[in-house]
Each structure stands twice: as C-alpha cells, then as structure tokens.
C-alpha cells in the first residue's frame, strides 16, 4: 500500500533564508515521488518529480528534493525564500494512482 | 498551448439543481480525472477516465456522473446538488496512466445553497 505523510501542515520562513518541507513516503515498491505548488485561487503545479533516476531532483524557480530510500524520505528544499514561494504544497506517492499528503502551507515573512 | 481548462470558474446554484462543470484538454492525454477539494480531507479523487467511453469510480463518486465521448472533454454532472458538495473542483490529466505525471486544471469553485 502506498501512502504519504508531510509532517508539517504550517512552515514559517523569513525572506532569504532557507525553506524545508517534509515528507515520508510507504510504498511497498520504488515509488514516484512529486512535489505539487498550489497558489491561491490556484490548480497545482508540478514542482518536480522523482522516477528512480537521480536521487536528487532539481525542479523548477529553484526547488529541489532529494529521495532517501532508507529514511524513506522526499523532503523538499529551496535555499532562499521568496515572497511569491509563499502557497500550499502537496507531496504525492504515485503507486498506480495519486495519493497525496495533506498538504504544507508555507508563509514567508518579508 | 490551452492545457487543460475548465468552466465555469465559479459556480452558485441551489440545493436539488443539475450542475455541470466542464473540462477540456489539449493534449490528447489519454487519462483525465476529477477530484474535490476541501479542507480537512485534502484531494479526493471522484471519477477518472482511461479513454473515450472508459470511466471508472474513485475514492467519493456518490451523487457525481461523469461521461467522455470525445477524449480532449471530461464532464462532471451533479444530477442533484447538495450542500456537502460545496467545495473546490479540480480536472486533471495524465498522458499515459493513473501514476504517470497529472496536470491540472485552474479549478472550479462551486457553492451550493
């Protein structure tokens, strides 16, 4: 069974300084990993995508996520915050179908 | 490049009304899916589609009708609106499969009174 869990559902982070957003996977075969931005009044957008090629995925305005297989982990990371990174993310285990985490509403202070 | 687009953006009907809201792509993606969204409960998958004519039930599919008869539409019917459908609706598609990268729609924000 595939699942997924973003441990954090409120991240605050000043302008410049680094952003880390968490999440642990299960899945009980080599997952797809994604990162999806959702802007207010926003659908989602794909941030970036893991499909068991390198283990460090650079996505786009800067993000990237590293997979740990033995942390089980897909944890998101930008070293800079800017004001407009300020939105919901969503980390998704694809095993067959989507099946995303909660959600992490990240607010940037200026 | 459209991508995917979906209409109305909002939406306020009333309680026992038929309420569609469409979707289209431009792709030719072979998989499109529907899904709601609410606080507390994150995305919930309603219906997808693996082709024209294929449509299959998700997680809440209670009280949604879905049809494809052209692969680039995927409408969503609500015979009979009630208030605990009230939420934020998104299309989304996915060129190859239920796994593969899905991209989606602005959304619709539907009330119902």
């Known amino acids: 069974a595939q699942s997924v869990t973003q441990l954090d559902s409120h991240v605050s982070v000043s302008e410049g300084t680094p952003v880390l957003l968490r999440c642990n996977y299960s899945?009980?075969?080599?997952?797809?990993l994604f990162w999806y931005v959702q802007h207010p009044n926003k659908g989602l957008q794909l941030l970036l995508k893991?499909?068991?090629?390198?283990?460090l995925v650079k996505g786009i305005n800067g993000f990237e996520a590293e997979f740990k297989k033995s942390e089980t982990s897909f944890h998101l990371t930008k070293p800079s915050a800017h004001m407009s990174d300020a939105a919901e993310y969503f980390c998704?285990?694809?095993?067959?179908?989507?099946?995303f985490g909660t959600g992490t509403s990240l607010t940037v202070i200026p | 490049d459209a991508g995917i687009t979906q209409s109305p953006r909002y939406k306020i009907t009333e309680t026992g009304r038929q309420v569609t809201l469409m979707c289209h792509q431009t792709?030719?993606?072979?998989?499109m899916f529907w899904y709601r969204q609410d606080l507390g409960h994150g995305l919930r998958l309603i219906y997808y589609s693996a082709a024209a004519d294929i449509t299959d039930k998700g997680e809440v599919p209670d009280g949604y009708v879905v049809s494809r008869s052209k692969t680039e539409n995927f409408p969503l019917t609500l015979e009979s609106a009630t208030r605990s459908q009230t939420s934020v609706y998104f299309c989304?598609?996915?060129?190859?499969?239920?796994?593969?990268?899905?991209?989606f729609g602005p959304g619709t924000r539907l009330t119902v009174l």
């Open positions: 989304a598609s996915a060129r190859t499969g239920r796994g593969d990268t899905q991209y």
């Open positions: 792709w030719s993606h072979s998989y």
């Open positions: 899945s009980s075969y080599s997952p797809s």
């Open positions: 998704v285990v694809s095993g067959g179908q989507f099946y």
């Open positions: 893991y499909t068991s090629a390198a283990t």
